[in-house]
């Protein structure tokens, strides 16, 4: 009888301190590669870690049985890696396209978590830290790669605090380059990069220009496009997509477009919760705060302020910084006094997460799950996407 993904779990569970290591994503990885060419990458390093629990006489059997909401593929059109995987957007999306992942690395052990309960595998850390050449072949290669270095108030921030922006920004900024050098070892026959829409035209073009060229020398045809979510999700949320297809594989010729929006309309009021907990509605203080601090912003001309949402409209696009205060997505509340945040299930809903998809008793916090989804993809968008590369690359798969 085949083992469980609950066994794993176990192991992983009896690790406490080594949980979120390179060894214990070997051994995940290995497992989801079921003996297939992509497991050699892993087998050593998983087999190695294992040999720490023979006192639980753990054994194993491969084909795993998987108990997460979604394991991987079986039967397989193609292969993908998922890098600065957050909570798995880009996994969901070309999963239903029957694509199976091979690789993931996510560097935030909070974000780790919420993947592993959902995909039954634990990302690999640091990206720049991780051998191009220890990732195994892939057809295709999708990252969102940090945004704050070239979003607008990222940008904004940086410049206040006289920090740099961009490439100079030596922590984020250059891990584009770390996408390169995967692309250059590896030669996958197609990527797909998102990003903020300022990251066109960051330093007055300049950046998009590097990225551009970059991806060009490399031996892609490069294609981009800003899509906003309204047409997806009750929320505008504007980003730019970056696709591109191996010279090496395709002619000059690649018959691509970007998908065209669908015609429906998104209400807020339709990813609401019924009787969300009293804990989101905002304090006397705080509600006080953000109506001093909008009213004292809008007499020096400025934008900045809450956004109390109209329920038959869409929502601001929601941030990282949400857990803060919820200042840019306010729910009102009728009979109450003061307005409400959304719920992390809301946030879900409005990211277009799957129903199934777990963030209850993973033991992961409201803020922690609200940086991640204002960090995350718009799932559908990314599927629409996907749907159209899949339209190239199945020609050659």
Same mark, same amino acid.
């Given at each position: ?10 192991? &992983? ?13 070997? /051994? ?19 087999e190695e ?8 006489n ?49 560097? +935030?052990? =909070? ?41 607008? %108030? ?28 995967i ?15 300022? &990251? ?25 496009? *800003? ?14 997509? $970056?696709?591109g ?9 690649? +018959? ?10 998104y209400? $807020? ?12 509605? &905002?304090?006397?203080? #705080?509600?006080? =705060? /953000? ?7 809008? %007499?020096?001309?400025?934008?900045f ?30 009979n ?5 945040? #959304? ?20 033991g ?13 993809? *718009? ?12 339209? *190239?690359l199945?020609?050659? /798969?």
């Amino acid at each position: 009888m085949s083992s469980s993904y609950s066994k794993i779990r176990q192991v &992983l569970k009896f690790d406490k301190t080594n949980r979120y290591t390179k060894s214990a994503a070997a /051994l995940t990885h290995f497992f989801q590669s079921n003996g297939e060419n992509s497991g050699v990458y892993f087998r050593n390093e998983a087999e190695e870690y294992l040999k720490k629990f023979a006192d639980l006489n753990f054994q194993y059997e491969l084909p795993i049985v998987y108990d997460v909401p979604f394991p991987p593929v079986e039967n397989p059109d193609f292969t993908f890696i998922d890098l600065f995987a957050g909570i798995g957007g880009f996994r969901i999306a070309f999963q239903e396209i029957n694509g199976k992942c091979v690789f993931s690395s996510e560097w +935030d052990k =909070y974000a780790q978590k919420t993947y592993e309960a959902n995909f039954g595998e634990i990302p690999f850390g640091d990206i720049t830290k991780i051998n191009e050449y220890e990732i195994p072949d892939h057809d295709v290669l999708v990252a969102g790669f940090p945004c704050q270095p070239f979003s607008i %108030a990222g940008v904004s921030k940086k410049n206040a605090l006289g920090k740099e922006h961009g490439f100079l920004d030596k922590t984020q900024g250059t891990l584009f380059f770390d996408i390169a050098r995967i692309l250059k070892a590896k030669q996958p026959k197609a990527f797909l990069l998102e990003n903020v829409k300022n &990251l066109k035209s960051h330093d007055r073009g300049k950046t998009y220009k590097v990225i551009y060229e970059t991806l060009n020398k490399l031996g892609y045809q490069v294609f981009s496009k *800003v899509l906003d979510a309204r047409y997806y999700v009750p929320q505008h949320r504007e980003r730019i997509f $970056i696709v591109g297809f191996s010279n090496d594989y395709f002619d000059n010729q690649i +018959d691509f477009s970007f998908p065209e929006p669908p015609e429906k309309k998104y209400r $807020i009021k339709d990813i609401l919760e019924n009787n969300p907990e009293s804990k989101y509605t &905002l304090s006397d203080h #705080l509600w006080k =705060y /953000l109506q001093e601090y909008a009213l004292k912003h809008r %007499a020096k001309g400025n934008g900045f302020g809450f956004g109390l949402t109209d329920l038959d409209g869409i929502a601001r696009t929601l941030s990282a910084r949400y857990y803060k205060d919820g200042s840019e997505i306010l729910i009102p509340q009728g009979n109450k006094r003061n307005p409400r945040r #959304l719920t992390p299930e809301e946030c879900k809903r409005l990211m277009g997460y799957p129903d199934k998809f777990k963030i209850k008793d993973i033991g992961v916090s409201d803020t922690q799950l609200y940086k991640q989804f204002g960090n995350s993809v *718009v799932v559908p968008v990314v599927r629409s996407v996907a749907s159209s590369m899949y339209g *190239v690359l199945s020609q050659i /798969l």
